[in-house]
T-cell receptor, first 110, second 114 residues
Framework: QKEVEQNSGPLSVPEGAIASLNCTYS??????FFWYRQYSGKSPELIMS????GDKEDGRFTAQLNKASQYVSLLIRDSQPSDSATYLC??????????FGAGTRLFVKA | SAVISQKPSRDICQRGTSLTIQCQVD?????MFWYRQQPGQSLTLIAT?????????ESGFVIDKFPISRPNLTFSTLTVSNMSPEDSSIYLC???????????FGNGTRLTVT
């Protein structure tokens, strides 16, 4: 069964620090990877998509992909209290199916 | 990205009843997806709603329990039938622009079954 694994957290970082969120996946053939942010009581919101090995930066967010290690990460620089949320890693596994990890809860302390 | 409207946003229902959730998209989309998010859990795909054909259900989900309609390219409904407290979840409608494109979600329906 195809799986996406994340540490559930909570991950607590001080304001201004770098938050590092990690994700591993089981399907070696996966090609598309996504990070979502979900505030409590809200629906998931897309932050980043990444399709190639290496880093992809968008503002304070950097997604990193290593297909050989089946590993995806999200770095949040200069973390703000408003970044406090659950971050979901998602992997497209083919056949119009996207599998989500259980999410990592992030707390940014002011 | 598409604007996805879901209703109701929340409901409290009694055991044994059914609830139909509506999902309206502001543009035509080929595939629409219904997910469930149980308390403290991640998202689980219930089914893929195809226009003009039967929905495709994931393992553990059956049409009798979760009938889906897809009458056109901008609208779908999910019915949760004969509800039990275990059906208490957030139900999310989502769409994608293409096969490997990211999903975008509606605001969700928070269902509580008593």
């Amino acid at each position: 069964q195809k799986e996406v694994e994340q540490n559930s957290g909570p991950l607590s970082v001080p304001e201004g620090a770098i938050a590092s969120l990690n994700c591993t996946y089981s399907d070696r053939g996966s090609q598309s990877f996504f990070w979502y942010r979900q505030y409590s009581g809200k629906s998931p919101e897309l932050i980043m998509s990444i399709y190639s090995n290496g880093d992809k930066e968008d503002g304070r967010f950097t997604a990193q992909l290593n297909k050989a290690s089946q590993y995806v990460s999200l770095l949040i620089r200069d973390s703000q209290p408003s970044d406090s949320a659950t971050y979901l890693c998602a992997v497209y596994t083919g056949g119009f199916k996207t599998i989500f990890g259980a999410g990592t809860r992030l707390f940014v302390k002011a | 990205s598409a604007v996805i409207s879901q209703k109701p946003s929340r409901d409290i229902c009694q055991r044994g009843t059914s609830l139909t959730i509506q999902c309206q998209v502001d543009s035509q989309v080929t595939m629409m997806f219904w997910y469930r998010q149980q308390p403290g859990q991640s998202l689980t795909l219930i089914a893929t709603a195809n226009q003009g054909s039967e929905a495709t259900y994931e393992s553990g989900f059956v049409i009798d329990k979760f009938p889906i309609s897809r009458p056109n390219l901008t609208f779908s409904t999910l019915t949760v039938s004969n509800m039990s407290p275990e059906d208490s979840s957030i139900y999310l409608c989502s769409v994608a622009a293409g096969e490997e494109s990211p999903l975008h979600f509606g605001n969700g329906t928070r269902l509580t079954v008593t």
